[in-house]
């Protein structure tokens, strides 16, 4: 058990939909990373918080959106969704200001599907 | 920008061999983070093996070493006594801390599909 509580673990949906993603990070950790993973692919980094902020960006789509709140879980927000985003969608957490601990800790995944 | 290619999509290995796999990067930074992933049908991420860029000594946990060339910019994962358990998707990761204090930044490769047979 990595301490990185997903939620749900199963979705699924219909096309053009709204659909959220709910991600609880391990004690004491302030980063919350969001990883999408489509059909076998490698994991594509969509978006980082740091103690509330976004951090860093990478391939997410304007359709797309998250926040990490005061109590730092955080959530996906994935709206007008397609066929193409049905995937497994991870969070991770890291401690993020101990440079030598250097890892990430990931949740169990939510698998969405649109149908 | 960094890359992290892993180029065996599938691998198998006879239960008790020695399998390795093998993974390259590119990237300009001189201090980093180097990891591989585990993950079982479970679907969950398991962290094996960390080794970090400033370390010459190849890390080693247990059954499972890496062969690190900083130079070559090669990580490979070597499992040895391979168990049916490790049947899995290996993910090789780099990562390094990001322009801003406590962030960090993860790039992660395709990934290789291990199979061990009984």
């Known amino acids: 058990d990595s301490g990185v509580t997903q939620t749900p673990k199963h979705l699924i949906t219909a096309t053009g939909q709204r659909v959220t993603l709910r991600c609880s990070p391990r004690?004491?950790?302030?980063?919350v990373y969001w990883y999408q993973q489509s059909l076998d692919q490698g994991l594509q980094f969509l978006i980082q918080?740091?103690?509330?902020?976004?951090?860093a960006k990478g391939n997410i789509l304007e359709r797309f959106s998250a926040q990490q709140f005061p109590d730092l879980h955080s959530e996906l927000n994935l709206s007008s969704l397609e066929l193409g985003d049905s995937a497994l969608y991870f969070c991770?957490?890291?401690?993020?200001?101990?440079?030598?601990?250097?890892?990430?800790?990931f949740g169990q995944g939510t698998r969405l599907t649109v149908v | 920008a960094q890359t992290v290619t892993q180029s065996q999509p599938e691998m198998s290995v006879q239960e008790a061999e020695t399998v390795t796999l093998s993974c390259t990067y590119d990237t300009s930074e001189n201090n980093y983070y180097l990891f591989w992933y585990k993950q079982p049908p479970s679907r969950q991420m398991i962290l094996v093996i960390r080794q970090e860029a400033y370390k010459q000594q190849n890390a080693t946990e247990n059954r499972f070493s890496v062969n690190f060339q900083k130079a070559a910019k090669s990580f490979s994962l070597k499992i040895s006594d391979s168990q049916l358990g490790d049947t899995a998707m290996y993910f090789c990761?780099?990562?390094?801390?990001?322009?801003?204090?406590?962030?960090?930044?993860?790039?992660f490769g395709t990934g290789t599909r291990l199979k061990v047979l009984a």
């Open positions: 004690s004491g950790d302030l980063s």
């Open positions: 918080y740091y103690n509330g902020e976004e951090r």
């Open positions: 991770a957490s890291s401690v993020g200001d101990r440079v030598e601990v250097g890892e990430a800790f």
């Open positions: 990761a780099f990562m390094k801390h990001g322009t801003v204090k406590g962030t960090y930044k993860y790039i």
